[in-house]
């Protein structure tokens, strides 16, 4: 063991191909591979280093075209810029009054039509009980389930409604 190295030594690392049958090429075909000197690694490497450059000019192309899309990105949002910058100086409470404003809005939007009072009971419940449960959740299904009743008869109403 050991007495041999697990390397092939250099005076081996010729290529001597014997065919067992006749060979389909030609003897110059065979001599140009056998006295080639490119081995499976330096085929790999090559391989590799065409897939590398391939790849790096891919992301320069894509790196370009980002760039043109960001410069255009820029460009209009300096155009709207002077549109924007007098709206920008607007005092305090004139924002306070936009906010109102789109508050209003909201909470006009929220609600189409009131909650029956009972939804809005077992939703109150639900909440109350979390608030009470707030390291247990679990410990509020009943609610959950009365408020998902609640919901169920709401739906069922509705949709009765909408059929007939």
């Known amino acids: 063991m050991g007495s041999s190295s697990s390397k092939p030594e250099a005076s081996e690392s010729s290529h001597i191909w014997k065919a067992s049958s006749p060979v389909g090429v030609s003897h110059d075909v065979v001599e140009s591979l056998q006295s080639s000197n490119e081995t499976d690694t330096s085929r790999a490497q090559t391989l590799e280093l065409a897939v590398q450059a391939r790849v790096a000019s891919e992301l320069r192309k894509l790196e370009a075209e980002e760039s043109a899309l960001l410069k ?53 419940d639900v909440i109350k009980c979390l608030m009470e449960h707030d390291r247990r959740p679990l410990d509020c299904w009943r609610e959950v389930e009365a408020f998902k009743e609640e919901v169920r008869r709401l739906e069922k109403g509705w949709v009765e409604k909408v059929v007939s």
Not at 95 to 120: F, I, M, N, T
């Open 72 to 124: 255009a990105a820029q460009d209009k949002i300096a155009a709207q810029a002077p549109e924007q910058a007098a709206d920008e100086q607007k005092s305090s409470p004139a924002v306070s009054k936009e906010v109102a404003a789109l508050r209003a809005r909201l909470d006009k939007r929220k609600q189409l039509r009131p909650v029956p009072e009972a939804v809005e009971q077992a939703r109150g």
